[in-house]
Structure formats: structure tokens, C-alpha cells
């Protein structure tokens, strides 16, 4: 005998067997979704069009990190249910990027004295992936990281033409600080 509830109850049996299938002993890490990590260039744009931007995947549980490689405009990953950081960069010369702290440091030489860093950006991302979460585009921001200082002097007075060099120490740079800053 049919009834109005049989349809609903199947429905509901259905799904039920279509969570438990990607539901294991070990909870839901075992689900993958499928989703595209797109890189957003935030008032910046990569150094090369044809270079790779590394992406180093963090997942928030027991399982290890990786590393990833995309194009400057974002990659395709099956991620498993979770909560992420993802932290992409370009290649920097001169600087040193702290995956685990999201910081960018610049080294110093033996007299104290900052290396000069080559013009590169990064960014992060903290991700939670859901079953839901299918065909999900994740945006990570890039931001530069590092750019030229450029310090104009005029100088003024009869004696301009006698001055042959300048030299200054300029304090107050930045030489340790967070990828989103």
C-alpha cells in the first residue's frame, strides 16, 4: 500500500546513506570536495604573468601541510572536509616568508643594515570546507609585500653645484611583519 510518507521517507533514507558513505570511523575528514582556489591581486599584480604562486595548504587538523603550485590566476583542489589556512607567494629574493607565523622578514647584513628586497606578494586565507561546499571558489588575497623606497632630496643655495654626495640612515623600516598587514 502506497502512501504520502513512503516519499519522503526514502528521501530521507537516501540521503542519510549519502552522508554515511562519506562518513567513516574517523569522522568527516575522510569527505573531498572539489573547489578552485582563485588568486585576487589586491592593488598589485604579479611579477610575471608566467611565473607560479606556491600555496601552502595548512589544514587546522593531524594532518599535514602541502604545497601547492598555481598560476597567477588560481588553481583547481580537492580539499577534504575541514577547516584550512592557505598562504600563497610569489618567489622573493632578499626575504624571508614564515609560513607557520604568516610573517615576511627581511634578513640584515653583518653591519646591520637591511638586505634590499626583490618586489614580491603574498597573502593568506583561513578556509572552512564543508560538504556544501562543492564548486566553492576560494579567494586568496595577494598583497605587496615588498616595494622601492624612493627618496627625493632638493637641494637649494649657491653651494648645489659643490655637493658631491649625501648620506643618511633611514630608521623606522619595517623589517619583520604579517602577510595581511
Not at 19 to 38: F, H, N, T
Amino acid at each position: 500500500m502506497y502512501t504520502k510518507k513512503q516519499p519522503v521517507v526514502i528521501l530521507l533514507s537516501l540521503l542519510t546513506l549519502t552522508v554515511i558513505s562519506c562518513v567513516k570511523s574517523s569522522g568527516l575528514e575522510d569527505c573531498i570536495a572539489q573547489m578552485r582556489i582563485e588568486i585576487r591581486w589586491i592593488l598589485t599584480q604579479p611579477v610575471d604573468y608566467t611565473e607560479y604562486v606556491k600555496i601552502e595548504v595548512i589544514p587546522h587538523t593531524s594532518e599535514s601541510e602541502y604545497t601547492i603550485t598555481s598560476d597567477v590566476y588560481g588553481v583547481n583542489v580537492d580539499l577534504s572536509v575541514g577547516e584550512y589556512t592557505l598562504v600563497g607567494y610569489e618567489t622573493a629574493t632578499n626575504a624571508q616568508i614564515d609560513v607557520e607565523n604568516q610573517t615576511v622578514s627581511v634578513p640584515v647584513d653583518s653591519d646591520g643594515m637591511a638586505l634590499s628586497p626583490g618586489i614580491f606578494s603574498a597573502g593568506s586565507k583561513r578556509v572552512e570546507v564543508t560538504l556544501s561546499d562543492t564548486d566553492l571558489i576560494i579567494p586568496l588575497p595577494m598583497h605587496r609585500q615588498a616595494r622601492p623606497l624612493v627618496i627625493e632630496i632638493e637641494t637649494e643655495g649657491d653651494g648645489t653645484p659643490l655637493i658631491q654626495n649625501i648620506t643618511g640612515v633611514l630608521h623606522g623600516i619595517a623589517l619583520e611583519r604579517s602577510i595581511d598587514n
